[in-house]
């Protein structure tokens, strides 16, 4: 569906050129919900802003739907823009124009009659969810119902791509999941292709396929959410994985556990898809004859598998240790022994 | 009672000062508008960072909005004489007032426009690009009405600055509120006649303030 190729784009500044985008390559399937994570000033907003050519590449190529975005200009980008949706971080709706005049605004621009006009911002307004409230103004309405105004405009004229723009780093974490829910409520509904920005990794394992981590203008990782999360290899993946899996920080609480825990074995299990379901610790008490304590668990659900991690204290002679190091390999668990007190 | 107070006042001749006053406003505030849209329309959408971004074409229209905005209106009255006589025909009368109070309060109603337009968020005319919209439609359809409260607030003020220029025309023979109070009144020294003028000039910009403010509170949904 979203085909990008060496995509390039350098801001001329006056103390040396800014390369906000660099050598960037994509290739976004239909129908999938594809995050791009990074930082503030990674170029994720400039490569969001190529994909609709409301930046245009210093070099390389986009290609969406078979459009060739990086080659039109005037009224042949303005219509394949109709068929590329995108909603913001502030929402930007016209204060002016109530609930229903806002979601009619795109169809006006499309030029579809009166009538029709009327018929779709009803479906719409039903799809979003902000029935009752068609005649409201934005001043009256809450972040979340804002941006689901936000999301009935940008599907109006039913296009293939939807872009999200840090859609809900404005938003509080309960509005976000509600709003996340209703994308991926449209994303089945639809078959919508959902390219999405955040620099909050909890949005990424909520709702998305795959993903992309980008730093300094650059692509540095990408692949199925699980598998970044069970792996991630570059040092910026790590630290987003932890935002989602640690609450706290990590070395701190480990060195609670050490102090609080001297005997036996601190070792962390990282679990993956099928194995989070499995009796694992049980298996181990039963087979082994170890002493497990339970120290500090956590479990994130992803679009395709749960990932967790578990810290557990293991006591016990050095035999049945190593047997116990066995049975967790053999589940494909990962271990990692944290200290030998 | 009234006579009391105001002995040299001659009602019927009040209200026809009344009305050229009016009717020199009135007329001009609405080519005032127009033309002040249009040119802060221009310098805004010409500024660094906009639609048809042109550094030349900003250059050259915010720089005659800022002669004709410095030139005090008496001189300008006079500077204007020969294109005033040629477009209207002659200097006297509520007409020929017409030219310089058009010219001299337009481009302090662009500058008012270019704000106004200048306060609209970015990310509402990016959204309005995302969507495809074309410059037409998101001058129409975003920059106008989303700016509409700023451009009716500076078109009341511009309209309460345009009568006291009126005033100012009134004394080189345009007729109106102004012309009444100075010649009627100081020329004469009949100061009652001074003072009624007054308060009806009063009178008229407490009622333009008052209409404007209306009009802005309906408009601004923010």
Known sequence: MISVQNLTKIFPAKNGDVTAVDHVNLEIKEGEIFGIIGYSGAGKSTLIRLLNGLETPTSGSVIIDGKEIHNIRGAELRKARQQIGMIFQHFNLLWSRTVRENISFPLEIAKVPKQERKKRVDELIKLVGLEGKEDAYPSQLSGGQKQRVGIARALANNPKVLLCDEATSALDPQTTDSILELLVDINQKLGLTIVLITHEMHVIRKICHRVAVMEAGKIVEVGPVLEIFKRPKAEITKQFVRQVTETEEPSEAIEHLFRKYPEGKLVKLTFAGESVEKPIIAKLIRETGLDINILHGNISQTRNGAYGFLYVQMAGDPEALAKAFEILSAEQIGVEVMKNV | ?????????????????????????????????????????????????????????????????????????????????????????????????????????????????????????????????????????????????????????????????????????????????????????????QNDVTFFATLLILLIVFIIQFIGDFITKKLDKR
Do not use: C, H
């Open chain 2, 1 to 189: 009672m009234f006579s009391a107070i105001f002995p040299n006042v001659d009602l019927a001749k009040a209200w026809q000062k009344t009305w050229e006053t009016l009717y020199m406003t009135g007329i001009s505030i609405i080519f005032i508008f127009l033309l002040g849209i249009i040119l802060g329309l221009l310098v805004f959408l010409t500024s660094k960072g906009n639609l048809w971004e042109n550094r030349w074409i900003y250059g050259i229209i915010s720089g005659l909005i800022n002669i004709f905005r410095s030139i005090p209106f008496v001189i300008l009255i006079v500077l204007l004489i020969p294109f005033t006589k040629f477009l209207v025909g002659t200097m006297i009368g509520a007409d020929a007032a017409l030219p310089a109070l058009i010219i001299g309060s337009a481009p302090f109603y662009a500058r008012m426009v270019e704000i106004g337009l200048r306060e609209i968020d970015k990310g509402v005319i990016e959204a309005a690009k995302a969507m495809g919209a074309n410059t037409f439609t998101i001058i129409f359809k975003v920059l106008l009405p989303e700016s509409m409260p700023a451009l009716v607030s500076g078109i009341t003020v511009t309209a309460i600055a345009l009568v006291g220029y009126t005033a100012i025309a009134g004394v080189i023979g345009a007729g109106g509120l102004g012309d009444y109070a100075y010649l009627d009144g100081f020329s004469q020294n």
